[in-house]
């Protein structure tokens, strides 16, 4: 139990059919910012509760902190329990809070700049930005090298089937175009969920290993997968 109460949640509405019509002058002058749509009133919406689910955490290396989110929002709480302070909120949609292993920064999935990409904060929640800048191929699942120099995650590429396909790829901190891991299995069988060996000398992921080239339902946990 969380015992936490947070900040109030926002949520953007456009009301009516012509909200979607935008003059093509102001399109060319300006940015699509995903925290301020343009012609969509905010309403705010009250958020209180303490307990989530389909929530990622993270503790910190001095084991005072964990940080997690919960409906797109990223919080710290400390591991006494407590009320949850938000570091990363907004309309924006952030997940996947992780820190850095000397503690200074955490690492999460944000659409922010309109597609999720891989950004970092303090550990305090300030000055946040992205190490990744992919506007296609998107980025999820972030991961620390034990210098806490380098990030690896998981690149998706859309097929026939909603989850996609993954490969690994690795970023410095400070950006870049990042270098490729693993090659896609094929367009079907995903692969992802990387994380460092404390050394530092391997990756580890998951990967769908089933026969054949289509992705596999109802895979037997029991024989294996």
């Known amino acids: 139990m969380l015992n936490s109460k947070l900040t109030p949640l926002y949520i953007a509405l456009t009301l009516g059919m012509n909200t979607l019509a ?38 910190s290396p001095d084991g005072k902190h964990i940080v997690f989110d919960l409906l797109g929002d990223i919080y710290q709480i400390p591991v006494t329990g407590g009320e949850a302070k938000p570091l990363a909120q907004g309309i924006a ?25 891989i950004w970092i904060m303090d550990a305090d929640g ?15 699942s ?12 998981r690149k998706h590429f859309t097929a026939s089937r909603s989850l996609g396909a993954g490969e690994m790829w690795l970023y410095h901190v400070a950006g870049g175009e990042g270098v490729k891991l693993t090659e896609r299995p094929n367009d079907e069988k995903d692969l992802g969920e990387p994380a460092y060996s404390p050394d530092g000398r391997y990756i580890y992921f998951s ?13 037997d946990s029991v024989n294996g997968i």
């Open 93 to 117: 949609w952030q997940m996947q809070p992780v820190y850095s292993p000397d503690g200074k920064h955490i690492a999460f999935t944000s659409d922010g700049d309109g597609g999720d990409n």
């Open 22 to 59: 935008v003059n093509a002058t102001e399109t060319k002058e300006s940015t699509w910012n995903v925290n301020a749509p343009a012609n969509a009133p905010l309403v705010q919406v009250k958020v209180d509760v303490n307990e989530g689910t389909w929530m990622n955490l993270s503790v």
């Open 126 to 140: 300030k000055n946040p930005g992205t190490v990744t800048q992919e506007t296609f191929r998107l980025l999820n």
């Open 207 to 219: 990967q769908d290993d089933t026969p054949g080239k289509t992705f596999h339902y109802s895979k």
């Open 142 to 153: 972030p991961a620390w090298s034990p210098d806490s120099q380098y990030l690896v995650a």
